[in-house]
């Protein structure tokens, strides 16, 4: 089975403080992406990376960055919290090779920003 | 360009009934559709995919979902829900570039009640 973790489950964090949430799947998958889950609004995807460090814009990446330097981790930093940037977020992998298309995801990192 | 909208922000049905949860998508190409379930304070699970073929699609837990082309629909159905069905359910389409992106409606949180 592919195991996608995430470092924490809940994170409390001030307004202006660095924050990394960190992502690790055990399939070797080439592809991992970011998203955050707000009532109402689905998944929106943040970034994505297809390759150690090579990374993509997702839809809404404006305040956040990303870091992928080992094929198995994925990082995603906000560089300086907003409490606008309170949500769920969300990281998952997928191969594309021979592929079945879907993602797998971890369970999940509540941030909430005061 | 990929959209999914998923009809009805809540649903609520008694135990024993049938559930449906509607999913409507508009895409350019021939589509590859998913549904997705979260249980709470949990990352997503796949519930059932369409990729080609049968358009009548089996999944997990008694779930099944119809690709209906001309209607540009991918309805998700069960014909007996049970309390432990209650859940956050995501249509979502893969976009028509690489990587194994996927576009996720804004959900449907299913209520079972007694």
């Known amino acids: 089975d592919v195991k996608v973790t995430q470092s924490s489950r809940y994170l409390v964090k001030r307004t202006g403080e660095k924050v990394f949430l960190e992502c690790v799947q055990d399939m070797d998958h080439e592809n991992m992406f970011w998203y955050r889950q707000d009532p109402g609004l689905g998944l929106r995807l943040i970034y994505f990376?297809?390759?150690?460090?090579?990374?993509e814009k997702g839809d809404i990446p404006e305040g956040y960055s990303v870091s992928r330097e080992k094929k198995e981790r994925f990082s995603l930093i906000l560089e300086s919290a907003s409490t606008n940037q309170t949500s769920m977020y969300l990281c998952?992998?997928?191969?594309?090779?021979?592929?079945?298309?879907?993602?797998?995801f971890g369970p999940g990192t509540r941030l909430t920003v005061t | 360009a990929q959209s999914v909208t998923q009809l009805g922000s809540h649903v609520s049905v008694s135990e024993g009934a049938l559930v449906l949860l509607r999913c409507n998508y508009s895409s350019s190409v021939p589509p590859y559709l998913f549904w997705y379930v979260q249980y709470p304070n949990q990352g997503l699970q796949l519930l059932l995919k369409?990729?080609?073929?049968?358009?009548l699609v089996k999944g997990i837990n008694g779930f099944e979902a119809e690709f209906k082309k001309s209607e540009t629909s991918f309805h998700l159905t069960k014909p007996s829900a049970h309390m432990s069905d209650a859940a956050e359910y995501f249509c979502a389409v893969k976009t028509s570039g690489g990587y194994n992106k996927l576009i996720f409606g804004a959900g449907t949180r299913l209520a079972v009640h007694p």
């Open positions: 998952a992998s997928s191969t594309p090779s021979g592929s079945t298309y879907e993602q797998y």
């Open positions: 369409y990729l080609s073929g049968s358009t």
């Open positions: 990376s297809y390759d150690v460090k090579m990374k």
